[in-house]
């Protein structure tokens, strides 16, 4: 595998000291007042590790909020341009477009449940979870969908801490093979979790399992929408929706442009612009923010609780290499019924906006696929995964 060369992080500004919160907190769920990580005026904070000495860029394995200068987005318009000098061939990217699912399923006969980590992060990351699962929540029914649940490493670890009798999470895949996998894995709760096989971009509006339209108060898509082609982005969204409650709220992250899983594709995998087929066969975008804001506000009329982008260095220390993460994370929520949402030409209620949606087409593309897996070597990535 081709390693980038390494790049410079430029320093970051002076950095507030914050405290993290102890390991016991964030299993308990006990937060003290002083823990800015979890608290509703500020969901994402993604670490604290502030790199303010250059010369200590080896001391840890990982430091969080690292700016780019113009020299590394240089670098990495740089690599991305070589890309475009051996894209996909037409006939190929019409194989890996034609059936994403069948590469899901080789991908999870291979690994299992093994390949991705469980999301720990989650409860901290989006604190909505950690309310609607405690034990205080209230006798009012939670339904959570996680779109995209693959072997279940976002949906068990939410499952396993969950206190709320009335909380139901379902679980929805394209790949049967992974549906599979959820249902026989000793966490699968029956009482609390289903799951389904379920293409989230089918154009036909259909919805998993015996779904109702407006039914879900959650709808979490973690490195899911980054497996679609742009041509389908449109009738996800519009599926997203027709299951969200009004007020219903989405949970999302992704890979973010300039990531390094970008920056050091291989020949041969570009399908489109910031689009990519990975080595086995799945495919993979990297969002920036504007594209999410137009995709599910203006395009869709979600209200933006907060997009962010989390920008880390991952720090080989035995290898000496400096490695660029970029993820995109969002809290958006369906407008209530009685709210009007701004869209780019105008002002709708939420009922006019449903009747738009309903009468607008999607245009219909091309697909695409993905990236090489990343095995960054640092100890915190032990599975050699690229998030
Ligand atoms: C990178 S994995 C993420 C799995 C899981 N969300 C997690 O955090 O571990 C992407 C998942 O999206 C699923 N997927 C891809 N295209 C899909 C589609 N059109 N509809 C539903 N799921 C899809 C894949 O099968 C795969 O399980």
Same mark, same amino acid.
């Given at each position: ?30 937060? @003290? ?25 080896? @001391?840890?394995?990982? %430091?969080?909020?690292? /700016? %780019?200068?113009? !020299? ?43 390949? #991705? ?8 990351? =989006? ?16 339904? &959570? ?42 966490? =699968? ?51 997203? @929706? ?8 989405? $949970? ?7 990531? $390094? ?8 995998? $570009? ?54 993460? &970029? %993820? $995109?994370?969002?809290? #958006? ?18 009922? /006019?906006?449903?009747? !738009? ?31």
């Amino acid at each position: 595998m081709t390693v980038p060369e390494p790049l410079e992080s430029s320093v970051p500004p002076s950095s507030p000291e914050i405290k993290k919160p102890s390991l016991e907190s964030r299993i308990t769920g006990e937060i @003290s007042e002083s823990d800015t990580r979890i608290g509703k005026d500020s969901p994402f904070v993604f670490g604290q590790r502030y790199l303010t000495q250059e010369e200590d860029v080896f @001391s840890r394995n990982a %430091w969080d909020h690292v /700016e %780019w200068g113009e !020299k590394e987005i240089k670098h990495a318009e740089e690599m991305i341009a070589k890309q475009y000098n051996d894209p996909v061939s037409q006939e190929d990217k019409e194989r890996y477009n034609a059936t994403p699912e069948k590469f899901w399923n080789v991908f999870y006969t291979n690994h299992k449940e093994n390949f #991705f980590k469980d999301r720990n992060w989650l409860q901290i990351e =989006f604190p909505l979870l950690y309310e609607v699962s405690s034990k205080d929540y209230g006798d009012k029914p939670v339904k &959570i969908l996680e779109v995209g649940c693959g072997a279940g490493n976002t949906m068990f670890p939410v499952l396993r801490q969950n206190q709320n009798s009335n909380l139901k999470i379902i679980g929805a895949d394209y790949s049967s093979v992974a549906v599979d996998l959820i249902k026989k894995s000793e966490s =699968f709760d029956p009482e609390h979790a289903e799951a389904y096989v379920w293409d989230l971009a089918n154009e036909n509006g259909d919805l998993p399992g015996n779904m109702e339209p407006n039914s879900l108060d959650i709808v979490v898509m973690i490195f899911v929408f980054s497996a679609l082609a742009p041509n389908q982005w449109n009738a996800a969204i519009k599926n997203i @929706s027709k299951l969200l409650k009004p007020g219903g709220t989405l $949970l999302f992250r992704d890979y973010g442009r300039y990531d $390094l899983a970008q920056v050091r594709v291989k020949k041969g995998r $570009l399908l489109e612009d910031n689009f990519y087929i990975r080595g086995d066969g799945t495919r993979v975008y990297f969002f920036t923010e504007e594209e999410l804001r137009e995709m599910f506000i203006n395009q869709i009329g979600f209200e933006e609780k907060r997009i962010a982008t989390d920008r880390r260095l991952l720090v080989n220390r035995k290898k000496q290499l400096k490695m660029h993460r &970029i %993820w $995109l994370q969002a809290v #958006f929520n369906r407008p209530s019924e009685n709210d009007t949402v701004e869209t780019n030409n105008s002002s709708l209620s939420t009922q /006019e906006l449903m009747k !738009k949606l309903a009468l607008d087409d999607s245009d219909d593309e091309e697909d695409d696929g993905c990236t090489p897996p990343i095995t960054c070597g640092c100890e915190s990535c032990a599975t050699g995964h690229s998030h």
